[in-house]
């Protein structure tokens, strides 16, 4: 069964980094994009960040272009989101996802939490 499991996430000061990975299972990873979301409270879940299955094309939200990479390592079956300049507003879970055969399937999360 296809299962993603996120970790990386902690408790940093703006201005700081976190290194966020992902790693699937389940599924030929190398054949499908992947995706980075996150969940502030009391907000929806919004996208952060995509990644084709190759690695050739990504995209981002406009709120943390410039700050956040995605990159992909197919053969350790592993997305990781590498985020700096973290601000405040940055703070939420972060999951990985994957669509696969038309379902969404989510990891578990992991808490990102931006403060002084």
């Known amino acids: 069964q296809v299962q993603l499991v996120e970790s990386g996430g902690g408790l940093v000061q703006p201005g700081g980094s976190l290194r966020l990975s992902c790693v699937a299972s389940?599924?030929?990873?190398?054949?499908?994009?992947m995706s980075w979301y996150r969940q502030a409270p009391g907000k929806e879940r919004e996208l952060v960040a995509e990644i084709t299955s190759a690695g050739s094309t990504t995209n981002y939200a406009d709120s943390v272009k410039g700050r956040f990479t995605i990159s992909r390592d197919n053969a350790k079956n592993t997305v990781n989101l590498q985020m700096n300049s973290l601000k405040p507003e940055d703070t939420a879970v972060y999951y990985c996802?994957?669509?696969?055969?038309?379902?969404?399937?989510w990891g578990q999360g992991t808490q990102v939490t931006v403060s002084s």
């Open positions: 389940g599924f030929t990873f190398s054949s499908y994009a």
């Open positions: 996802k994957v669509r696969h055969f038309g379902r969404h399937y």
